[in-house]
Antibody
Framework: QLQLQESGPGLVKPSETLSLTCSVS??????????WGWIRQSPGRGLEWIGN???????YYNPSLRSRVTLSVDTSKNQFSLNLNSVTAADTAVYYC?????????????WGQGTLVIVSS | QSVLTQPPSVSAAPGQKVTISCSGS????????VSWYQQLPGTAPKLLIY???KRPSGIPDRFSGSKSGTSATLGITGLQTGDEADYYC??????????FGGGTKLTVL
């Protein structure tokens, strides 16, 4: 059974870069039908999609975050990563890594357990 | 302000049926598949419905989805106390973005 696990710092200083990694187990990140992504949820608020990436490198980003976000894939480690730069307190949230399946890769069939990232000095 | 509109809360008694609506526009629901997610307290969301009305394996048929025009509906029959959760709809928007509803809190009285 496919499982996703987020890892990374739980505390990031304002103006710095938030970096998270998602480890994929029970399946290959090089699956042609899979898109790998990130979704965040601020405390007490709803869901916000950050972006998706295919193992080929094709990416889709939330237009409101595009200028600050970079997604990448490491097929040798079966992992994918999120970098969000110039963070502020508004980026404090639980970050989930997810898997979508084509053709509707915006339906997220698998979710990690989530990791809380706090932006504070 | 979410792109997709859901009622903030719904409630019903155990064993009863409840529906949760999700309203959008032609730029999102009207031309794309809708998914529904269940988020139990303190856990990650879980996919309940995809492609408007399909259930992933392991999701009981008490959960159903439908779409008409620019709106979608999640139905839950035979309500159980364990169904108390937040429910979210989601889809693709022509603005090149995945969008979600603001979430609906289900209370089983």
């Amino acid at each position: 059974q496919l499982q996703l696990q987020e890892s990374g710092p739980g505390l990031v200083k304002p103006s710095e870069t938030l970096s998270l990694t998602c480890s994929v187990s029970g399946g290959s990140i090089s699956s042609s039908i899979s898109y790998w992504g990130w979704i965040r949820q601020s405390p007490g608020r709803g869901l916000e999609w950050i972006g998706n990436i295919h193992y080929s490198g094709r990416t889709y980003y939330n237009p409101s975050l595009r200028s600050r976000v970079t997604l990448s894939v490491d097929t040798s480690k079966n992992q994918f990563s999120l970098n969000l730069n110039s963070v502020t307190a508004a980026d404090t949230a639980v970050y989930y890594c997810v898997r979508g399946v084509v053709p509707a890769a915006y339906s997220f069939h698998h979710w990690g357990q989530g990791t809380l990232v706090i932006v504070s000095s | 302000q979410s792109v997709l509109t859901q009622p903030p809360s719904v409630s019903a008694a155990p064993g009863q049926k409840v529906t949760i609506s999700c309203s959008g526009s032609n730029s999102n629901i009207g031309n794309n598949f809708v998914s529904w997610y269940q988020q139990l307290p303190g856990t990650a969301p879980k996919l309940l419905i995809y492609d408007n009305d399909k259930r992933p394996s392991g999701i009981p048929d008490r959960f159903s989805g439908s779409k008409s025009g620019t709106s979608a509906t999640l139905g839950i029959t035979g309500l159980q106390t364990g169904d108390e959760a937040d429910y979210y709809c989601g889809t693709w928007d022509s603005g090149l973005n995945v969008v979600f509803g603001g979430g609906t809190k289900l209370t089983v009285l």
